[in-house]
């Protein structure tokens, strides 16, 4: 079997029991499953939530207040306490772990995302699980700031690194659906999903997710965003952590988001699944055609709108006239020339030479979806 690249994301509701208490014996029987992984020569990437859930073991804070400022604390004394549960429970298999902390923030620059790429090149090669979790301790109330949850973070991780398998670990079976049958409705699990759509999402029986801040519908949009990145991704039941090793050997367990095999270059994976947008473009049909058919660059005579305040090199998400996301791409240009660009060209009904054909975003520097 050739050797893959793996990424497991394992939930805030998986690691601990009903009781809110972390369930030791559960990461102890992960750590064994893990070990047997990288036993057949594959390497392991860990995203883990659970720290706020481990510091309320630690120290008791009035949450009802300021959210965040509980919330960093109950991080930043949990944290400590969970990557030492992890060491020991590796350590019984003589592996040593590397404990990471990342906001969104630090995939946004260029730079910061091709040093967080070779720090985990390097530890995968030297035989060390790294360990990841959003560092919630300097998280702001900011959201382009924040992931969120670690189901956004898993997918731009597993997209870095290169993953060819992407776990998330819930206590859901997998991705869940109401049926009705001549015994009446019940809930069955999705075995695999080829493309992700708002009528697979609607139908999907809703898992809360007490503990954590995602649940299965943000599992399944992040499912649906690492599959078109060609990355095929599991949603499993986490409280059998077997089901990665079945898989791995060919059985099928939970729910597959098929991978619909495209392969990216480094830098439309940091544009993709990296960098911060900072505005919006929506876009006519002609310039959507050109864009997804044509293989065009993006000229300003094709932008409607603009949403945002950009410069030159700033990251944009790109929408059609639907409102639809078909891509992102890095401006040629500021948001104040371009507003211009297009007011004159409304007030003057000209276009085609001049500044309104120069790119906003050229095609080397466009991702579309």
Known sequence: MKPKRIVIKIGTNVLHRSNGKLDYKLIT?????????????????????GSVGAGRELCSVDESRNTLTSHQILASVGQARLIQIYADAFREH???????????????????????RNTLENLLKYKIVPIVNENDVVATEELDLNFGDNDLLAVYLATL???DQLFFLTVAPGLLKEETTAKGKCSVVVEKVHELTEEIIKHC???????????????????GMAMSFGIDTYIIDGKSPSGVCDIIEGQACGTHFKAHGRKIRSYQKWLAAGALNKGTLFIDEGAEQALLKNKKSLLAKGVTRVEGQFEIKDLLEICNFEGVRIGVGRAGCNAKELRHQIKEHKLTNKGGKGILSKPVIHRNHL???
């Open 367 to 369: 991702f579309l979806e």
């Open 29 to 49: 029987e992960l750590a064994r499953q893990i070990t047997n992984i990288r036993s057949r020569g594959h390497e392991v990437l860990v995203v883990s939530s």
């Open 94 to 116: 003589k592996i040593t772990v590397a404990q990471i902390l990342l906001t969104r923030g630090d995939f946004g620059l260029r730079k910061s995302y091709l040093n967080i």
């Open 161 to 163: 690194i290169g993953a």
């Open 205 to 223: 029986v809703p898992v809360t997710s007490a503990g954590g801040k995602g649940g299965m519908e943000s599992k399944v949009r992040s499912a």
